[in-house]
């Protein structure tokens, strides 16, 4: 039995904190959270154990399992950005288990930090285990989007296409804390809040992209210091290339995913996957002879998903089956990609996408974080 302890019980803190109450996830207890607001506390009192402490920071019930106070093997992460990597990093040195919600920080060397005392604690521990709360990674259709790209039946990726605008926010979503939409303990906007398992999913189906050139608009829709519209244009080592484009403030929005292989389409659209597929390669029409405009002979096919079961319930039932849907490295990632487009936005130009670990991504993540500072500070 996997016992438990939940760093940060705003909204999806609670959310998981009542999952796990409620025996939803088999062989996890809830031993211990942090603070909860009163009117939420009200509302969800009665699911909660009755035996659960509560404590007032992350700091202090770590310290209350160093003073034995709790008995804890496993610690949810759910709090603000920032504070990731100090609570993360203080949970490995005590040897305990971490899922961490999205993102793993705001920074890609915040991310780095915690992989690096997630491996030091390991070599005590080998069992430990580190992962984050990817739970997109679980919905069928984007398993299946892998599985068929990953599998090379339809050739390589030659462009991506991602238009994700239905994440409308209205002035009140902003104006509900003061740490919103803020550079200094926000972090970042749209990409940052938002768009984080976008970013995810995009790396985890398509790769890893070489470079980025980023367009970021500033307040465009709202009274806010950070981007509520994005524009990304990424080119991939094979020679594919890519446009990721987000907003909050566009109604009424879409969510298309498109994949284009030498020899079909993938279209995610509203849940669902279609697949247009030629009859034979494109390469064979390419080089053929015959009519000057010939079209290429292919059709639409409806690909089924799996049934769709609740993901954050698949996810922390695989974690504590000691299978992890997205390990800590994973978080590196997106972090990455993310820094990417701010970075290539405010320097106007197009910026590579250094491999991991090298003396290129730790002068890229000082470039970044003085740019951080300097917006934080304006």
Known sequence: ?????????????????????????????????????TERYEEIKDILPA???LYQSGELLLDGYD??????????IVTPHYSHEALAVKAFERGLNVLCDKPAGVYSRQ???????????????PRLLYGYIFHQRTFPVYRKMREIVQSGK????????????????PNAYYESGSWRATWAMDGGGTL??????????????????????????????HPIEVEDDVTAYFEWENGATGVFIASTGEAAGINRFEISLDNALLVCEKGNLRILELDKP?????????????????????????????????????????KLVAEGAEAI?????????????????????????????LEFEKRFESWLARKSNQ
């Open 192 to 221: 940052l809040n938002q768009c984080p398992h976008n970013i995810d999913l995009l790396q985890w189906i398509c790769g890893m992209p070489a470079s980025v050139q980023g367009f970021c608009h500033e307040g465009k829709y």
């Open 282 to 322: 494109e390469s064979e029409y390419r080089k053929g002879h015959g009519d000057l405009f010939a079209k290429p002979v292919c059709s639409w096919r409806e690909i089924a998903g799996e049934e769709a079961v609740e993901p954050y319930i698949i996810l922390l039932k695989e974690f504590n089956e000691g």
């Open 333 to 361: 990632k997106s972090l990455c990609i993310t820094n990417a487009i701010y970075l290539s936005s405010w320097e106007n130009r197009r910026v590579e996408l250094p491999p991991q670990p090298s003396a290129d991504e």
């Open 1 to 37: 039995m996997a016992r438990v302890a939940i760093i940060g019980m705003g909204n999806m803190g609670s959310k998981y904190a009542v999952m796990i109450a409620q025996g939803k996830v088999p062989g996890m207890q809830l031993v211990a959270a942090t603070r909860i607001r």
């Open 111 to 125: 991310a780095r930090n915690m992989m690096d005392a997630y491996f030091k604690a390991k070599t005590k521990n």
């Open 67 to 76: 003073a034995k106070e709790i008995d804890i093997d496993t610690v949810l």
């Open 51 to 53: 035996d659960m402490k």
């Open 154 to 169: 339809y050739g390589n990726i030659k462009r991506v296409n991602w238009i994700v605008t239905d994440w409308y926010r």
